[in-house]
Each structure stands twice: as structure tokens, then as C-alpha cells.
């Protein structure tokens, strides 16, 4: 052990996998990027959307070694976007590249959740039921495939078992999957039983803080390895009460740190999740469709400069027709552009930062919708959003939210995921006390906006 401070945390996301340093004894918090490398699914032999798994772990070892190369690290730590898996062979190789949740495969899943009974997924998961969820995509799962399986670990928890050797499954991702008890923070074993799935294949639960091994004789130890559960680890302002976390990249997490689970009928209908928090508690929220849908108009569009098409939208003085950025039609449409303009009945030929301006006001008015949901749920007096994510450097986002919300906005780091993953290793490390300490050393990257 170097004691210096430094750890490097890895951040498996959906479009782009970074790799960066974080020098837990600077008095400014700060992240250093190694290593960026921005992927998309491949089309597999059978149609199917998967994760080219070999490229994406030696892009990650390229990271790790820049920063092994570069300084003493005391730690290291990974996580990723949650629900998607990968099924593991008796030799312990990939039976399959990893599926993508944004593969069509999943989109008979209501049929599956109201035979195993809505209301009893919900009470049993404490989890907002989306197609995605592991436990739909495991159910359409190719069977040869499963029957050829002897183990199951999420994505992150793979990355560890690769680099570290280590198997595992940590549970503020198992929380997203559908197929946790929330009550036991275990494997539900009846859910389990009901995909007629054999439970040695699910790995022991464990939590952040835990060492699982070592890569080139650094350790690695556990973090909250889902990224939302990193990213509101790493949001300002936790300490205060009546605060909002938005964490807006491709996705949207608007919710709020609770004690306790809440399974309530009005939780239910209104769909929130339960997802565990990295270091305790629970993080109660709901996902909005976010920046992914202006990712895939700029695609369309020959990706111009992001910066452009965010000036061109704040030009828009004309009030501009929205859409339910929650709807999972905007998911993974052939064209993302047109499904805009029909869900808005804007005409073909619509300009370009009209699209763009109807996107950005319909992400807030989503954002907005869960808030507004929150204080009816809670009862609680929200005052302050804590923003972080991509959408944290969009000044036109900060104004629109603050004006349809009336709520103070404040801007935390765009890297808020690899600030929460390098604290919990700092917990781990004892180079902070507890998670309160640890939060108030990020409370410096907060900027009221």
C-alpha cells in the first residue's frame, strides 16, 4: 500500500468507458481522465444488439495502465450502468457477448410482469418496472444460451471478476434488476424460481468497501457499482434536506436519498424505484429517457458539436410542442428524428434547433413531472435541485429547470460518477471516516447556479 491518496476509478457507461485518477487528499476535489473510449452496441450473427465485451476490457486495461504508469494508486474501483449481464460457462468464459438492454427483445415483458403479478413484483423488488430490467431480459434469454450457464454476473462485477478474479455481485446493482428482495437485499429466490432459473447461478450479494482482489498488485475493492448509485454518492448538497438529485446523461435520475423502502400503493402506480444507496439508505427515483435522444437526432444529423446545437435551441423564442421524454418509444427508434416530429405532430423539414429545443424542454418537463411526484409521494418540501451529469454543463438546462420547477439548481461536477466510485474507495481505505465526511469534501464542487 502507497498511501498517497490516489485511486483510480473506472466508469463503464453506456457510450463511453473513462478511466480517471482522483486524489482523495487534495483539498479541491478533482478528476483527472487517463482514458476515454466511446462505444455502441454490435449487431450480432443473430440480429441481436450485444457488448463487444473483449474490446471494451482491453480499452479499460489501457486506462488502468496510463494511470498505474503516471503515479503511485492506492485503489481501484469500477462501475457501470446497471441491468444488463453476462452468463458465464463452467469454465468461467462468456457463453454469448453480453446483450444490450436496448436490444427489442424485451418488448412482450408486461405480458411476462402481469403473469408473474405486477402488484407482487413491485412489493417483492421495490422497482420501477421498465422493459429493460434483468429479470425481463433473462426471461427471453436464448435458451441454449442459459442452459449452457453457471453463472450470472452484472457488467460491473464482470470487469472486477476480470481484472481481479474475484466473483461477486454488488448490491446497489443488484437492486436494479428486478430480481432482488428488497426486504433481505438478497436474490429473491422466488423470482428466481418463477424464470425456473437454478439459483447457483446468482453470485453472494455483497457491499461497497469490500476488497476483491487485485490488478498488477493494486487492490481493488468494491464500490457502489451501479453508476447512479456512484453518481449521487458524488452529488453536492446531500446534506441539506429537501434536495432533489438529477443526475442527466443518456439517461435522466431524478430522486432523493430515503432511509426506508417504500412499496406503497401511490409508489407503485406512480412507478418509482427503490434502488440501494453505495454506503446505506436508499435511493428512491425514477429514470427519465435523457440526452440519448438528442445523441441520436445529432447522429442523424452528422454529429455536429453538441455546443452548436444547445446555442441554436436557446436562439428559439416561439413556444415549441413537447413529448413525454418517459415514454420508452424513445428508446431505441429506427429514427429518432422522426419519432420526435410524429409524437409532436411537428412537420418534416421542422428546423433543426426547433427538434432540439422541444427535446431539451421535454427532458425538463420530465424532470419537473418526477419532482412534482416526489412531494406528493413524500409529503417533503423540496427546495433544491443538485444537477450533475452531462446535462450539468448545459446552462439552457439549469435556466429552463430552475423556471419550470421554481427550485434553486445546483451544478456538481460533470464526473459526479467517478468523484461517488473514488470516495467509497476512500471509505474503504479509511482515508475518510464515515460517508458523512467523505460528502462534505465533495460539497465543495457545488455551484449555485
Not at 377 to 402: D, K
Request: charged share 25%; with cysteine; glycine share 10%.
Amino acid at each position: 500500500m502507497t498511501n498517497s491518496g490516489r485511486v483510480l476509478a473506472v466508469d463503464l457507461g453506456a457510450n463511453s468507458i473513462r478511466v480517471a485518477a482522483v486524489d482523495l487528499e487534495s483539498m479541491t476535489p478533482t478528476v483527472e481522465v487517463l482514458h476515454r473510449y466511446c462505444h455502441s452496441p454490435v449487431i450480432a450473427s443473430d440480429g441481436s444488439l450485444r457488448w463487444d465485451w473483449p474490446r471494451i476490457f482491453a480499452e479499460v486495461e489501457i486506462g488502468l495502465g496510463r494511470g498505474t504508469d503516471s503515479g503511485p494508486v492506492d485503489s481501484i474501483g469500477v462501475d457501470g450502468w446497471g441491468v444488463d449481464y453476462a452468463l458465464l460457462d463452467k469454465h468461467g468464459h462468456l457463453v454469448g457477448l453480453p446483450h444490450s438492454y436496448r436490444d427489442t427483445r424485451t418488448r412482450q415483458w408486461r405480458a411476462l410482469a402481469e403473469e408473474i403479478g405486477i402488484e407482487r413484483l413491485y412489493n417483492t423488488t421495490g422497482v420501477q418496472l421498465m422493459g429493460i430490467n434483468t429479470i425481463f431480459q433473462l426471461a427471453t434469454h436464448d435458451r441454449t444460451e442459459r442452459d449452457r450457464a453457471t453463472r450470472l454476473l452484472l457488467l460491473p462485477d464482470l470487469l472486477v471478476r476480470d481484472l481481479g478474479g474475484v466473483e461477486g455481485a454488488e448490491r446497489s446493482n443488484v437492486s436494479t434488476t428486478g430480481l432482488m428482495d428488497s426486504r433481505t437485499g438478497d436474490w429473491s429466490t422466488e423470482l428466481v424460481d418463477d424464470l425456473s432459473l437454478d439459483r447457483s447461478l446468482f453470485p453472494r450479494v455483497g457491499i461497497a468497501g469490500q476488497r476483491a482482489g487485485s490488478w498488477r498488485n493494486v487492490p481493488i475493492h468494491v464500490v457502489g457499482s451501479h453508476d447512479t448509485s456512484s453518481a449521487f454518492l458524488g452529488m453536492p448538497g446531500a446534506s441539506l434536506e429537501g434536495t432533489v438529485f438529477v443526475s442527466a446523461g443518456s439517461w435522466v435520475i431524478v430522486g432523493m436519498e430515503r432511509s426506508t423502502v417504500d412499496t406503497s400503493p401511490e409508489a407503485r402506480q406512480l412507478n418509482f424505484s427503490n434502488e440501494v444507496g453505495a454506503l446505506g439508505g436508499f435511493r428512491f427515483l425514477k429514470n427519465v429517457v435523457g440526452f440519448l435522444i438528442l445523441e441520436r437526432c445529432r447522429s442523424g444529423w452528422g454529429n455536429p458539436p453538441i455546443e452548436v446545437l444547445i446555442d441554436e435551441a436557446a436562439s428559439v423564442r416561439d413556444v415549441v410542442p413537447k413529448f413525454d421524454a418517459g415514454d420508452h418509444r424513445f428508446l431505441n427508434p429506427l429514427d429518432m428524428e422522426d419519432e420526435i416530429r410524429r409524437a409532436t405532430g411537428m412537420a418534416e423539414g421542422t428546423p433543426r434547433k426547433v427538434i432540439v429545443r422541444s427535446v431539451l424542454e421535454s427532458i425538463v418537463d420530465g424532470i419537473a413531472r418526477v419532482i412534482d411526484e416526489l412531494s406528493q409521494i413524500t409529503g417533503a418540501r423540496l427546495t433544491q435541485i443538485s444537477m450533475v451529469g452531462g446535462g450539468s454543463r448545459v446552462p439552457l438546462m439549469h435556466e429552463l429547470l430552475s423556471r419550470r420547477t421554481g427550485m434553486q439548481v445546483v451544478k456538481g461536477s460533470t464526473e459526479a460518477t467517478v468523484l461517488g466510485n473514488a470516495l467509497a474507495q476512500g471509505v474503504a481505505l479509511g482515508l475518510f471516516n464515515d460517508v458523512h465526511a467523505a460528502r462534505k469534501w465533495i460539497d465543495q464542487t457545488g455551484e449555485l447556479v
